[in-house]
C-alpha cells in the first residue's frame, strides 16, 4: 500500500516538474511560475508523508527554482 502510494506521489512530482520545465523552456514567466508553486507545494507534501526525503524535495524545489528565475532574468 505504502509503495502505490509513494509512486502515486513521485509520478505526480515528475509530471508537474516537466510542465514546470515545459513553460521555462517556452519562455512563460507567469505559467512557468505558476506550475512552480503546485511542484513546490507537491514536493513539500510528498515529504512531509514520507515519499521523499526532506532534503531530496527541498534540492528538487531549488533546481527547479533557479531555473524558473533565470528565464524572467
Known sequence: ARTS?????????KSLRRSAMEAVEAGDT???????NQFASAAD???KGGALHKNTASRL????ASQVNGISS
Open 5 to 13: 502510494r509513494n509512486r502515486v506521489l513521485k509520478t505526480r512530482l
Open 30 to 36: 507567469k505559467s512557468a511560475q505558476e506550475a512552480y
Open 45 to 47: 507534501k510528498a515529504a
Open 61 to 64: 524545489k531549488g533546481r527547479v
